[in-house]
Structure formats: C-alpha cells, structure tokens
C-alpha cells in the first residue's frame, strides 16, 4: 500500500487496524496456550491456580476485545456491512432479556409492535454491548422503551446509576460501545449518549 501526504489520516488509522489485530494476536496465543497447559496440568496451590486462571481469564478477555477491534476496523473501512432487512424491535429486545446473563439487568416497557430496518444480528450485539457497557457493578438495571415517528424509532436505554452518560461519548466509551455506535450508524441510524440515557435511532421498516 502506497502512503501519501494527502490520504486521510483517519482512513490510515482504519486501513492499520486490521493488521495491528493480526500482529497481537500472536504473542497472545502463547500466553494463553502456556496458561491453559498451567491450568489443566499437575495440581497446583490455591494461590497459584487462582493467578494461573485470572491469566486465562485475562487473555480470553484480550481475544475478545481483539475480535471487537478488529470488526470495528472492518466496518469503518467499508469491508463489512450490515445485512439489512425488517425486523421486530420488540422480539430483539426480548431475546437480549431472556439471557442468562441478563436476568435483572432489563426492565422492559412493553411498547407496541413496530419493526426498524437493521441487521438483526448486529442490533442485537449493539444493544447487548450497551448493556453490558453501562451494567459496571451489581445492582444497576436498565429500563428500555421506544417510540416511534413516521419515520424512525427511538429505543432507548436508561440506567438507573448516576454514573454520567457524557462519558459514552466517542472518545471515552469502552470498546464495546463504541463498536455498538459504529454498527448502529453503518445501519442508517444514530446514537446519542448524552444526558443521562443512550438514545439509538432506526430508520422505520
């Protein structure tokens, strides 16, 4: 690839994603192939094991936040879209709060039936991303409604934390969120953190 002065210092930060991803996940490989062979190996002490997974845990996590990184680069470039089509807020937001994972986290207002043009797929990782985001320590739930205009939907997220929805702006969220905005605005829509809720709208079905 030829680099000139001219190119788009945002669009080379895209294009070098992709292969930062490729370049980390080699040293993680073996701190997490060393780290599960400790784990599954001869018996150890309490203390060692305890650090010997919080290793695994550790490099899981990284993977993860690897995968995030990596389909953020993707999107951003162009090299992966949504798959758009019809579909059903209300079953989205039901299947996220049936998880395991989700049970009192979600106070749901049952809004009427309407459908909003997205990827159900990458919807339902947005919103589970946000969830996940803004559910930082036990006892935080999240009431979510929507609403909808000729045109567009409004589903929105509100914690019932004081933690300050200014810092899910861009340049301070985490990983997730921020992967959750770019999914929401590659789909045709928009994200709004501030205030104290995050805001995301869909073009109507």
């Not at 089509?85 to 309407?114: C, T, W, Y």
Request: charged letters at 25%.
């Amino acid at each position: 690839m030829t680099v000139t002065r001219s190119q788009d210092p945002q669009e080379l930060l895209r294009l070098s994603i992709g292969p930062a991803c490729h370049e980390l996940r080699s040293p993680l490989a073996v701190v997490y192939g060393f780290a599960r062979m400790l784990e599954t190996g001869d018996e150890q002490d309490p203390t060692t094991a305890k650090y010997v997974a919080q290793i695994v845990r550790g490099a899981e996590r990284l993977d993860a936040l690897l995968d995030d990184l990596a389909k953020l680069g993707r999107i951003a470039s162009g090299r992966l879209n949504p798959q758009l089509e019809s579909v059903e807020l209300r079953a989205i937001v039901a299947g996220i709060a049936e998880k395991d994972e989700n049970v009192g986290r979600l106070r749901v207002d049952a809004g009427s039936g309407v459908h909003v043009k997205a990827d159900p797929v990458w919807l339902g990782a947005a919103i589970q991303a946000i969830v996940d985001g803004l559910v930082f320590e036990e006892g935080i739930d999240i009431q979510v409604s929507w609403r909808h205009e000729q045109h567009e939907v409004h589903l929105q997220l509100v914690p019932n934390s004081s933690f300050p929805m200014i810092d899910v702006e861009p340049e301070k969220s985490g990983l997730g969120i921020a992967l959750a905005r770019v999914r929401v605005i590659a789909m045709g829509g928009s994200f709004d953190g501030s205030g104290d809720r995050i805001t995301l709208t869909l073009p109507h079905a």
